[in-house]
Structures are given as structure tokens and as C-alpha cells.
């Protein structure tokens, strides 16, 4: 079986906030949002959202489920849904039974942001010889804050059993805080829609009213 790059969740989140870091930051942070590292139209297929979202199953492959906590009324296109499809892509790439088409990542991130960044994932899932890691995920998203073009998505996230193979023991902390920005633009067939532009994970925020709820929450066992 060959080697597969997951998002590097450690025992200890301040791994994951380093490794992350070069993602851009939550608002207010001090690094910016790295330039992409590639173009992002002409030189790689392309998926229109329209066609794309139907394509990304958010229930996770086998053995590797993501369940989510969504706000009421979440569509795939709205930046909640959105999100929901990026992260099921980014966390999935090159997992066991999943093997997404790199051309999806066109249907979710923004062509000056995320998308060289997660074509690449998915192109390439051994590329930083991450070590695999697979298992459940649990994900609780808030409700979008949307500013005219401008949207945030904050998440929560119980990576407890989303772990190195042979690994017995549940990641500590569980509890993760994501953080997501989306932009809407046009998109390849010429519609208006909701793209993600960043994205960073870390460790949860006592003083964040929302973050604060994620520890009690992300308690779940398979």
C-alpha cells in the first residue's frame, strides 16, 4: 500500500498549528496567507461547482466516516456547505477508499488562495511524506459570517481516532479549532459562487466563545 499525506494532526495540537501555519492564519494572526504556488486555470482540468459539489461525498469513505454538526437549513452551495466539501476533500486525500479527482478542488477553493494548495494534495498525496493516519472525524461547523464577498466558517473538530495506523491510543487533546475564509467570484462556467481562500487549524481558544464549547463537545468514541 502506498504512503498517503494526511493533514498532520498530532498528539499534541501545537504540531498541527505549526505545521499549519503557512495556511494563513485566523483573523488577526500575524502570517499572511502564503501566494499559490501554482496557476490555477489553463494548466490543470477544471470542474465547474455545479457539477463538482455532487461529485464529493461528505459522509467519508469506509472506515474513515467524518460526521458532521451543521446549522439548520446548510446547502452545498453556501459557504457552510462549501467548507463542508473542501474539508471532506482535503482530509481525505490519498485515505483509503478515497480517491478523489484533483480537478474537484476547482468546484471548492479560489483560484488566488487554496487551490494550488489543495490540487496538489490530492494530485499528490505522499508529497510531504506526512505519516498516514485514518479513523473518524467528528466536525462541528458554525453558522457562516457573511461580509458582501467575504465569508468565514469556524469549526470544531474531535480528531481523537483520526490517527497513524497502528496507533492505539486517542489523540490529547481531541478537540481542534478550524477556521475557515471562502470569497465569492466567478466561477469556469461563468456563475457567481462561494470558493474557500483560506484555511488553518489549531489549538482551541479558552477566551473564544465558540471555541470554548469545543472541548466538552469533542468527546466522541467510535
Known sequence: MRSRRWLVVGVTLVAVAAILSGCGGREGDDDPSPSPSASGSGDYAEI??????????????????????????????????VTQRFLTLYMHAGTPGADPEPALATSVAA?????PQLRSRLIDPDEDGDEP?????????????????????????????????????????????????????EDVDGRTVWKVSR?????????DAFEARCPAWAKHRP
Open 48 to 81: 465547474a461547482q455545479a457539477k463538482g459539489l455532487p461529485q464529493i461525498s461528505v459522509d467519508g469513505p469506509t472506515g474513515s466516516p467524518i460526521t458532521w454538526r451543521l446549522p439548520a437549513g446548510t446547502r452545498p452551495g453556501d459557504p457552510v456547505g
Open 199 to 207: 484555511f488553518n487549524a489549531g489549538p482551541v481558544r479558552e477566551s
Open 111 to 115: 483560484n488566488d488562495g487554496w487551490l
Open 133 to 185: 493516519r485514518q479513523g473518524p472525524l467528528w466536525v462541528w461547523l458554525d453558522a457562516a459570517d457573511e461580509q458582501g464577498d467575504r465569508a468565514t466558517v469556524r469549526g470544531c473538530a474531535d480528531v481523537a481516532y483520526f490517527r497513524p495506523e497502528g496507533q492505539s491510543s486517542p489523540a490529547d487533546p481531541a478537540a481542534q479549532a478550524w477556521y475557515t475564509e471562502l470569497e465569492r467570484g
